[in-house]
């Protein structure tokens, strides 16, 4: 019995055929084509790939799209739409670490840092963690990690500067409030926090590390001379010596000749 073929919408996008009618491969391919595949040979008209088409348009389109692909060189995976599923996501997921590389855990990153450097172990291990979170190759973990010690490198390099000019700035900033007391409050100051870091049991190296570091802050400075002159009201004129060991004693002049000017004074 002879039935009539499908047709394809006037857009070229054919629609399911319908129960019980012919499909259009029925009235184009003969009965006695086949595709041979496997030893064994298939009737071109009930291939389930050629069924998919839904017109002569459809086929057509899809011939020419593949051909317009060859010669071309395909890499990576193809995009996800904007609807895909969950599942989806995550085999796209699997099959991007699977291209990049990605180890299947953190612990299989080989991360190597510069001759004579030692990397701190928890920071490794978190960033081994990191780099596995993010999907990151092994080649990419590594160059992450050799532009962070080359960042730390390049950091600690240039903080000797940097001390040197919040220093200037904190003295400058305290010349504006004290004036012409400057250097008697930042005296005040250094004893006020000599005598307080030897009553909470310091050591000398202890105590000229907060030197150089309350020096650098102006707040720290007012506290601390405050403190100072505190301790000056209560000791006797003869016993201010005792605020700080005459090995150890350093005028203001000093401490900022020896920091800020490297001992050519100011």
């Given at each position: ?114 001759e004579g450097r030692d990397a701190d ?146």
């Amino acid at each position: 019995m002879t039935m009539e073929a499908s047709t394809a919408p006037g857009n070229g996008n054919g629609a399911e055929t319908p129960s019980g009618t012919q499909h259009w491969l029925e009235n184009v391919i003969p009965e006695d084509a086949v595709w041979t595949q496997d030893g064994k040979d298939v009737p071109l008209r009930e291939h389930p790939v050629l069924r998919e088409f839904q017109s002569p348009a459809d086929m057509a389109r899809s011939l020419l799209n593949a051909r317009s692909l060859v010669g071309r060189k395909t890499i990576g995976l193809t995009p996800l739409p904007d609807n895909a599923t969950e599942e989806q996501k995550k085999s796209f997921e699997a099959e991007f670490r699977r291209i990049a590389g990605v180890p299947d855990s953190p612990e299989n990153y080989e991360i190597t840092m510069p001759e004579g450097r030692d990397a701190d172990p928890h920071f490794v291990d978190w960033f081994k963690k990191a780099a596995h979170g993010l999907a990151l190759s092994p080649q990419q973990a590594q160059g992450l990690a050799q532009g962070y010690e080359q960042m730390v490198e390049e950091f600690l390099a240039g903080e000797p500067r940097r001390h040197a000019r919040q220093l200037v700035a904190s003295r400058e900033e305290l010349h504006g409030l004290w004036g012409e007391e400057l250097n008697e409050r930042c005296d005040a100051a250094f004893q006020g926090l000599d005598r307080t870091a030897r009553t909470a049991g310091l050591d000398p190296r202890e105590i000229k590390a907060l030197h150089e570091k309350i020096a650098e802050s102006p707040e720290m400075m007012r506290l601390f001379s405050a403190v100072g002159q505190t301790f000056s009201e209560d000791t006797l004129a003869g016993e201010r010596g005792s605020f700080r060991p005459a090995g150890e004693s350093i005028s203001t002049e000093q401490f900022f000749a020896e920091n800020v000017f490297g001992g050519k004074g100011a």
